[in-house]
């Protein structure tokens, strides 16, 4: 899922840079909530993590 983020960022970098507003926006705010989604299963994943030890 890292990669994901990480190619949606560069899309919208290098969008940015030529000039495509619409394009750069879309594709930083698609990686902007995978990167929420990301987070989400990490805490959820840690969670899991720690009651399995207890």
Excluded: C, D, N
């Excluded at 909530?33 to 959820?44: G, Q, W």
């Amino acid at each position: 899922m890292l990669r994901w983020i990480v190619i949606f960022l560069v899309i919208a970098l290098i969008a940015a840079v030529l000039g495509f507003g619409g394009v750069a926006a879309g594709a930083a705010s698609i990686a902007q909530v995978i990167f929420y989604i990301f987070l989400v299963l990490l805490v959820i994943s840690l969670v899991m993590h720690l009651v399995k030890k207890v």
